[in-house]
């Protein structure tokens, strides 16, 4: 079967320049890695596909060869005689970028000399309100690779040593004549990692590493915005072989609370206030976040959605000694369920004339009824 032209595998023009192709093999590369897709052989064919027009495209020389002969010239064992040089874990393009793609949450990237970095990995925490304000200290499980302490982390068993692979000397590469060119691949023997374990170690099965569960102390701060991330450095994923550990990503989401609305460093708490408070004004008790209770004067005649700002009552600024402010936002209630003397009451008060100077207890509903009114007449006309 005809091989795909490798500018249609990315999906980038002939003219296109290092970065696109670069940009184009990322995004594919991403999409159909092993380690996102596992099992999935549609994905890992695509993967090597995408790795192998990479490595041609992204080397002057390669491609010119390419735009001139197509895939002929790299016959007589290049890699349309099955890609050998190409696969998941070779050298080419993959090798280039796998630490910049792959370096956060999960499929840690092979180093010089055999080793792996440890993948990251991400912890889910919900934190209330309250201990987004105040920060908090706190343990958390997490099940994770670390090194085996039986063989530490060599997977050799005790006693004995991984040996330089004889295949690339140690390397864990070896080239190969391929067309015009020498290609270097990964070494079929060892994996790359330049050595191989003859007596691996009985406890890790010779990769150097266990399961097990680790409990981790973990400081919030203060101040902490929904949706956070701390990183914890080096306590991901243990490497292979005695490689760098991983880093743990904590994502922080805070719950939402029963009364307070948060923006940013500023709360806001919805308030109802008695019609009779409203109108003659008086004070209310309200909570604030940090556990207390502030007193708000409410003046005569307020209305609803007046707002009341109480000035640093708010949240911790994260890094800072400042706090946000409290925003009371005001519900003025109407009454219900009333006796028969406060129905009369009221309509004894709505009979009521003004006092003396005044055109009204109610100027908002009349200045909009007014022109109501307006509205009809003009209508009419």
Known sequence: MAKTDYYETLGVKRDADGSALKSAYRKLAMKYHPDRNPDDAAAEAKFKEANEAYDVLKDVEKRAAYDQYGHAAFENGGPSQGGGGFGFGGGGGFADIFDEMFGDFGGGGRSQGGTTHGADLRYNMQISLEDAYNGRETHIRVPTAVSCEDCNGTGAAKGSRPSTCGTCHGRGKVRAQQGFFTIERTCPTCNGAGQVIE???????????????????????????????????????????????????????????????????????????????????????????????????????????????????????????????????????????????????????????????????????????????????????
């Not at 701060?221 to 991330?229: E, I, K, L, M, Y």
């Not at 004339?353 to 908002?364: D, I, L, R, Y």
């Open 199 to 381: 007596n691996p170690c009985s406890s890790c099965s010779g990769t150097g590493r266990v399961r097990k569960e680790k409990k981790l102390k973990v400081s919030i701060p203060a101040g902490v915005q929904d949706g956070t991330r701390i990183r914890l450095s080096g306590e991901g994923e243990a490497g292979s072989m005695g490689g760098q550990a991983g880093d743990l990503y904590i994502f922080v989401a805070v719950a939402p609370h029963r009364m307070f609305q948060r923006d940013s460093a500023d709360l806001h708490l919805r308030v109802p206030i008695p019609m009779a408070t409203a109108a003659m004004g008086g004070s209310v008790e309200v909570p604030t976040i940090e556990g207390k209770r502030a007193k708000v004067t409410v003046p005569k005649g307020t209305q609803s959605g007046h707002q009341f700002r109480l000035r640093n009552k708010g949240m911790s600024v994260l890094r800072s000694q400042a706090r946000g402010d409290m925003y009371i936002d005001v519900n003025v209630e109407t009454p219900v369920n009333l006796s028969k003397r406060q129905e009369e009451l009221l309509r004894e008060f709505a009979g009521e004339k003004p006092a003396k100077g005044q055109t009204t207890t109610s100027p908002e509903s009349e200045g909009f009824f007014s022109r109501v009114k307006e509205l009809w007449d003009d209508l009419t006309d």
